[in-house]
């Protein structure tokens, strides 16, 4: 019973939520990619540089990982960075399982766009700079709708936080949507927002597009990491296990149509992943590249 009700706390957006979404019209085509995998490289696996990119952060903030009595992979030295949770779901049984890891120096709420890059001013502010942000939050729906948002919603359906000005919603900007790509990078900019020379930012929400983390990549300096498809915790055996391993996340397809073939398991595709971006920087420290990767069914979040 436990571990039904702790996969549907997370997996299901509230009546109310869905309904703000499916009576926006034209304006819900505009946050959506075509389809889940969209920008998506195909072929699983981790490349060198992302892999590298991650222990040089794990090696600058102290961090260590090793193996405990469970077999499950746990990280001590990291409670550093930020944690978002979205306001409305603070209640969630499974966000807040995420969150009693304990594996951030502070939380914070926010509720639309303009808190959003609020809240990581209020951080760099009392902190210096992000090293690391851990976001909990629900994320898109895919019945019905096979693709990802470029973004993530508010706590009013699109007023949250998008890749692009292209992306924000006709008519919904005045709202409270924003943008990486201009408002986020404004900040950056300005100093008011600072991210580490070495950071790692992970989503965990549905549904959320690979454009919305290579954008963030670009504009943060960070790797970034989202689920583009149904994102949910992986679950062990036992109810200690499922809290020992809060930090171990699932990202699979939401339909049926798709789930993927025995064709393309074959050939090592795989839609409806985790996708992370990893910047490759200049010697001033700008962003000249990302390197894309599609990293499968799970991911192990630091």
Known sequence: MFKSLFLTSLMVISI?????I?????SQDQIFSPAHGYDLPKKVGKKAQAKSYRQQYMDQMGVSSFIDELGITQFS????GLALIKKGNTDEGAFLTVLNQRNYKEVL????GPEFIEVL???TSRNGCIPKITSVSHGWISEDRPGEGDGLSGNKGTNGIFATEG???TGFKKFGSRSLQKDMKEAVDSGEIQFCGRCVVQFYACNISAKFASTFAAVSGCQAVVATGMNSPIFQSDNRKVYAGAHYWKSDAGVWAERHT???RARGE?????????PVKDASGRVRSLVEENLGKEYIAL
């Not at 795989?270 to 990893?278: I, K, M, V």
């Open 109 to 112: 709420e926010w509720k639309n």
């Open 167 to 169: 992306d924000l919603p």
């Open 270 to 278: 795989r839609l409806g992943s985790w996708y992370r971006a990893t």
């Open 262 to 264: 025995d064709a393309q």
């Open 77 to 80: 030295g990291n409670d550093n």
């Open 121 to 123: 001013k209020r951080y």
């Open 16 to 20: 109310s939520g869905q309904a703000q």
């Open 22 to 26: 499916f009576n926006l019209g034209r």
